[in-house]
DNA sequence: CTGTGTGAAGGAGTTCACAGCG
DNA sequence: CGCTGTGAACTCCTTCACACAG
């Protein structure tokens, strides 16, 4: 039994799995239904299950699920059991921004280096993290082993960087620049585009059936 | 005919043509194929005209589409004919960074208004708008006819603040806070939460067929 | 002859319903 | 009896294949 071809619907569900577990866990729930997970997540009580099953089982019949035990499962699933390393390349308002937030945030993921090419912003700390130069990022990439990186340079350095990135070993990178990288197939890219993502909730606000909205765009129909 | 259920994911990827769209133009290129945007967004051409076609048939058969004619006629479909204003309730490092990356990058959504209840960033400026009180915040909202909030607060003020602004007449809001808002079903939420997207990212970091990794992380299986 | 528009087929994700175990 | 685990049904999105218009 292999778990090749697990959907990445199922992988995006999994951190909000898992945060709701830390959090049953610091209030000393020790176990939990699918049914409270659905309520606490949004998600249905089947889906939670399923979601689960892709992995094995994990359950008890009758009672539920082991909130630890399950927390450190799914931790081992998506590769968090132990921190994971990464570093965040183009440190201006949306890299700095992102990096506090992770500093504070995110106990599983550890960054280990802040590189900017703008000499104006080396030296600077973040948290007790300085700012280094670009130039430096190879070496830490090695030493540290680091396979995640984040990449919020402007948009066109961005692919310039990337294949750097992927020369130096990176398998998956966190895209906050708005333009589509070209890079080997068997590297992962996640893109966060912030300015799509408001366009498109625009689409949204007028109303939830866009009838009316549609109507006025198209009077022609 | 109406068009209602237009699928999300359609809906998503309509900036996506925009932003080529619009950079075409600014390249003088008059008409453009399927096939060329396939190129140039990784959808397939299929897809596109599939997607178009939810709203109308815009193009012509045996040479393409207008490219100006197509970009407004999306605009038009999202909503973004018109300037839409928006609000940035909570301007701290995320909200910053958010207000700074949209005045650059952004021409259609306008932010006009800045938001924090902490009176140390209270007077600030971001480029030409100054941050001002929560307080002040029902009267631009209704001044301005505001349908869209940024909503960047921490996350215990998150869903307080929510509540606000739908009691003030917003219909849309893009949260940035790491919590599940409960609002009515009518108010559209759109969550940006970025420890979580990075952390499903760890999971594809190791390898894309994810054998090795899950086999690792299950050696009882 | 080229590229759009679209019904039909295929594939993927979710929900349903219930068997099965504690 | 309660809650998990899961095949089957269902829904939705994508891809295919081709008719049709310029």
New binding site residues.
Partial sequence: MTYR?V????IK?LPVYLRKLDNLISYDVEV??????SEETG???????????CF??????????NVEYLRDKILKIIGLHKQTRVIVVGVGNLGKAFSRYNFINNPYVKIVGLFDSDTEVVGEKIFYLKIEHISEMKKVLVEENVKVAILAVPAKEAQKMADQLVADGITAIFNFAPIKLKLPPEVYIHNVDLTLELQSLIYFSSTKDNLVDLEDAFGNF
Avoid: C, M, P, W
Wanted: proline residues 0%; glycine residues 12%; positive net charge.
């Fill in positions: 071809n959907s990445k619907f199922v569900r939990v239904s699918s049914q409270k997970l998600f249905t009580a089947e889906q939670i299950r399923k979601d689960l099953a094995g089982a994990f359950g008890t019949r009758g009672s539920g699920y």
